[in-house]
């Protein structure tokens, strides 16, 4: 297994930023159906800490949710900051599991996933099995970060290359177009609402794209040399100066673009 895949998280880090990462989330809720059932049944795959999972109990309060992680970091925050009943009689627990094996062993009326698909290589060989563990009339929605070439990981690569790292980063396969995104859903006989949008991000701070990507992109470089600080050290000088100069910072803060992909998918009833 790479690098990549295996990252090791920080909390902590990843919601320092948790204002603008949630806003996709929010955006891809507001495209998402009514679901089939009174009482639904929903699985969010990467819930990461839970605070955007929360979300879910607050659009369907009377939902049995489960958010998947495989991360015990993010559970641990998970479940101390966000299990329980629900406002309407519903549940929001947590569990781990590996998105890249997870199958529903019951019928989900919906199936979702914030900005996770991104580290499971093939991850598009998955959506018939979730789209088949769909209740008729079900919902599969997620959004994946769409900028990899943006400026933060064009540099990200360079910098590993130099650094004797470029195994640890998977960015070329990472996620697909738009279209084909588009022509696997509804090949899986799903109705699909496919979108891509380019957020600006205002961000403050002193470095703050760099404190973005030490949340996300950048945890498999960090896991990578965490036993080696030096190493460490050095890297993130070269980075910090890199993003500098490509993302200045202005009179209110530093403009940060980031783009990502969207899909709804609803299985037919």
């Given at each position: 297994?790479?690098a990549?895949?295996?990252?090791?998280?920080?909390?902590?880090?990843?919601l320092r930023?948790?204002g603008h990462?949630a806003?996709?989330?929010?955006?891809?809720?507001?495209r998402?159906?009514?679901?089939?059932g009174?009482?639904?049944?929903?699985?969010?795959?990467?819930?990461?800490?839970?605070?955007?999972?929360?979300?879910?109990?607050?659009r369907?309060?009377?939902?049995h949710?489960t958010?998947?992680?495989?991360?015990?970091?993010m559970?641990d925050?998970?479940?101390?900051?966000h299990e329980?009943p629900?406002?309407?009689?519903?549940?929001?627990?947590?569990a781990?599991?590996?998105v890249?094996?997870?199958?529903?062993?019951?019928?989900?009326?919906l199936?979702?996933?914030?900005?996770?698909?991104q580290w499971?290589?093939?991850?598009?060989?998955?959506?018939?099995?979730w789209v088949?563990?769909l209740r008729p009339g079900?919902t599969f929605?997620?959004?994946?970060?769409g900028n990899?070439d943006a400026p933060?990981?064009?540099?990200?690569?360079?910098?590993?290359r130099?650094?004797g790292?470029?195994?640890?980063?998977?960015?070329?396969d990472?996620v697909l177009?738009?279209r084909?995104?588009?022509?696997?859903?509804?090949?899986?006989?799903?109705?699909?609402?496919?979108?891509?949008?380019t957020?600006?991000?205002?961000?403050?701070?002193?470095?703050?794209?760099?404190d973005w990507?030490k949340g996300?992109?950048?945890?498999?470089v960090l896991t990578?040399?965490?036993?080696?600080?030096e190493a460490r050290?050095?890297?993130?000088?070269?980075y910090r100066d890199?993003?500098?100069?490509?993302?200045?910072a202005?009179p209110h803060?530093?403009p940060?673009?980031?783009r990502?992909i969207?899909?709804?998918?609803?299985?037919?009833?």
């Amino acid at each position: 297994m790479s690098a990549a895949a295996t990252p090791t998280w920080d909390p902590a880090q990843y919601l320092r930023h948790a204002g603008h990462r949630a806003r996709p989330f929010t955006d891809l809720l507001a495209r998402v159906p009514d679901l089939p059932g009174e009482r639904p049944r929903i699985a969010d795959l990467g819930c990461g800490p839970g605070n955007v999972t929360a979300l879910l109990a607050e659009r369907w309060p009377t939902a049995h949710i489960t958010g998947y992680d495989n991360s015990a970091e993010m559970l641990d925050q998970a479940h101390v900051q966000h299990e329980g009943p629900s406002a309407g009689g519903g549940r929001l627990g947590f569990a781990h599991a590996d998105v890249r094996t997870w199958t529903p062993e019951e019928p989900y009326d919906l199936i979702v996933s914030n900005a996770t698909l991104q580290w499971v290589p093939g991850h598009a060989d998955r959506f018939a099995h979730w789209v088949q563990g769909l209740r008729p009339g079900g919902t599969f929605a997620f959004q994946v970060p769409g900028n990899f070439d943006a400026p933060s990981h064009r540099l990200m690569r360079d910098l590993a290359r130099r650094h004797g790292l470029a195994d640890t980063l998977r960015h070329r396969d990472a996620v697909l177009a738009p279209r084909d995104y588009l022509t696997g859903l509804t090949g899986l006989g799903c109705s699909a609402d496919v979108w891509e949008t380019t957020y600006v991000h205002l961000l403050s701070g002193e470095d703050p794209v760099l404190d973005w990507v030490k949340g996300t992109g950048l945890r498999p470089v960090l896991t990578a040399l965490a036993d080696d600080p030096e190493a460490r050290d050095a890297f993130l000088d070269d980075y910090r100066d890199a993003l500098r100069a490509a993302y200045p910072a202005g009179p209110h803060g530093t403009p940060f673009p980031f783009r990502r992909i969207f899909a709804v998918a609803r299985k037919e009833a």
